[in-house]
């Protein structure tokens, strides 16, 4: 007697997928807890989002505090008045934000993989360089402000003393350097945040991985390229993403070191939208300018949460 093996079919789940109001009944008491949270979310974030929408398509007085309807014409003046020099400011907030976060993420990248090394006062030096990054932006854009001044500046007065230069260094106040100053010194404030969060990644790295790779003949480089890199491509693409928002979004060391200066050769859109709003009080037009930066935001989020998503999607399927 022959006896031969029959595959079950497959069960398929005969219940119905449940909506997103029927999950919500379903667990209504969860959501009660939230709602304060969800309530001043909506009112904090909320509203002001809604009310710069809104207000972006109109005309402000501050005579009269009649808002009257302009449609699009706040946009439109933003792309083309000549005042505002949109497209100098664009280029300069690009260069600002790719700037930075290349360079942050290079020279935090390089700091982490010294400091994955085992050697003595290991611990000294991680808090050291830890320093920039804990200092109040505030602090920090007036120390280096005074460092770099042309006049009576710590850096162009020990440049002149060992007679590396002849006259003073004249950055902040130079159109063609200031950007580039400002970059360095944001680079040196955000570095240490890339160092922490490549430290975390390479923490992780599996030993037995590296240790095969070794045994196979593979060098330093080949290591690191085919290794080490692949497994923190998830780290490494966080963390670029979460400096360029926040690059994107940077105010407080521009503002404070150069107020967008000299002719407008620092000026980011950040800082332009500030002037517009506080300084010449041209709120429609200041608003229309933010709900450009937001949907650049609101695109880089959307990216944020896209490879945060994909990530738990492959985890769960492994």
């Known amino acids: 007697m022959q006896l031969t093996a029959t595959a079950n079919p497959p069960r398929v ?18 959501y009660v807890y939230v709602f304060p949270a969800i309530a001043v979310m909506v009112l904090v974030i909320g509203y002001p989002i809604v009310y710069t929408i809104w207000l972006s398509f109109h005309d402000t007085n501050n005579r009269t505090g009649v808002n009257v ?18 497209w100098q400011t664009t280029r300069n907030t ?23 090394k085992q050697f ?27 460092m770099l001044h042309s006049d ?35 680079i040196w404030k955000e570095f240490s945040f890339v160092m922490i969060m490549m430290i ?27 290794v080490t890199v692949p497994h923190l491509k ?20 521009v503002f404070l070191m150069t107020g967008g200066g000299p002719a407008n050769a620092s000026q980011l859109w950040i800082t332009q939208i500030y002037n517009i709003a506080f300084r010449s009080q041209e709120y429609g037009l200041a608003s229309a300018y933010s709900v450009i930066l937001f949907l650049v935001m609101l695109a880089s989020g959307w990216y944020y949460v896209r490879i945060l998503t994909q990530g738990s999607s492959k985890r769960r399927a492994a």
């Open 13 to 30: 789940s005969s219940r119905p997928k449940r909506g997103l109001l029927r999950r919500i009944a379903d667990h209504w008491a969860d």
């Open 94 to 116: 690009f260069v600002w934000t790719i700037g930075s976060t290349v360079g942050s993420f290079i020279l935090g990248f390089g700091a982490a993989l010294v400091l994955h």
């Open 200 to 226: 975390a990644g390479l923490q992780t790295v599996p030993e037995q991985t590296l240790r095969a790779a070794r045994v196979d003949g593979a060098g330093v480089w080949s290591q690191f390229w085919h």
């Open 152 to 186: 009576y500046g710590l850096i162009s007065g020990a440049l002149k003393d060992w007679g590396v230069i002849d006259e003073n260094l004249v950055l902040l106040d130079n159109k063609d350097r200031v950007l580039q100053t400002v970059i360095v010194v944001n």
């Open 234 to 253: 998830n780290v490494i693409l966080i963390t670029t993403l979460l400096l360029f928002v926040a690059n994107l979004n940077s105010f407080t060391l």
């Open 69 to 86: 309807w302009n449609g699009l014409g706040s946009y439109h003046d933003v792309l083309t008045d000549p005042r505002l020099k949109f």
């Open 120 to 146: 003595v006062g290991r611990g000294v030096v991680r808090a050291i360089l830890l320093i920039p990054y804990v200092i109040s932006a505030v602090a920090a854009a007036y120390v280096w402000k005074w």
